[in-house]
């Protein structure tokens, strides 16, 4: 998550996330270049040094101040387009998890299990423990293995939601009566905070996404825990309708 007075992107926690901190960078040192280049002829204009008129009505400045932008937009382009690419990628993922946005909170579904999805509200402020984050932590967390290509189908049922991770460089609208796909690959284990990103409601601010990475054998603990608590659930029903 971001730290008070903080100047850069959050850590990345996945591939993609690291090609854009590069490419951040990449951009930023253009920028920085045109700007000192602008600046400088600024200055030496000011103090006549460039107000002759063999510089004023030189040709070879004309092809100059032509040729650089258009090289300098290549070179911002080029990995630029790259990196989109690299984002719409999706091969072979290990799992698949649906997530549906609804006013106000989250519902995922593990696609690849039976039976296997839930809820997950923000914590209220008087429930969090020492530690969690107000306004960033729920009461169910998207628990996922790490160094395993994850696909998140986003969705949403009553409005337009925007399902984002900084951390894992993330960002999918949620659209009603559309699929949306986007992937990633966590590289590390960690819990990545995450907010919908689109303009909800008025409780906007208050459904958080919070994604845990752990090893697979941890996942996979998980897993079966959740499914005995939804098996158990299931026949207790059951029981109580023979009952009635």
């Known amino acids: 998550m971001a730290h008070p007075s903080q100047l850069g992107f959050q850590d990345a926690a996945s591939p993609v996330m690291e090609e854009l901190l590069h490419f951040h960078d990449h951009a930023l040192m253009i920028v920085f270049l045109i700007s000192t280049l602008v600046l400088y002829i600024i200055v030496a204009m000011v103090s006549t040094k460039l107000t002759n008129k063999y510089i004023l009505d030189s040709q070879e ?7 650089l932008p258009a090289v300098i937009l290549v070179l911002i382009a080029l990995p630029s387009l790259r990196i989109l690419y690299l984002m719409d990628e ?7 998890i649906k997530a549906m946005g609804h006013q106000w909170y989250w519902s995922y579904e593990y696609t690849d299990y039976e039976d296997l999805g839930f809820d997950s509200y923000m914590t209220p402020t008087k429930d969090l423990t020492p530690g969690q984050f107000r306004l960033l932590e729920a009461d169910f967390r998207m628990v996922v293995p790490m160094e395993s290509p994850i696909r998140v189908l986003v969705s949403a049922e009553d409005v337009l939601h925007s399902w984002a991770v900084p951390s894992l460089g993330v960002k999918m609208d949620g659209v009603p009566g559309r699929l949306n796909q986007t992937a990633f690959i966590a590289s590390r284990p960690g819990v990545f905070y995450g907010q919908c990103s689109e303009i909800c409601g008025a409780n906007h601010s208050f459904m958080p996404i919070v994604v845990e990475a752990v090893p697979l054998e941890h996942f996979e603990f998980w897993s079966s825990v959740l499914l005995d608590m939804a098996t158990m659930e299931e026949v207790t029903l059951m029981m109580d309708e023979d009952m009635c």
């Open 61 to 67: 400045i004309e092809i100059v101040w032509t040729v």
């Open 90 to 96: 999706i091969n072979d993922p290990h799992l698949t």
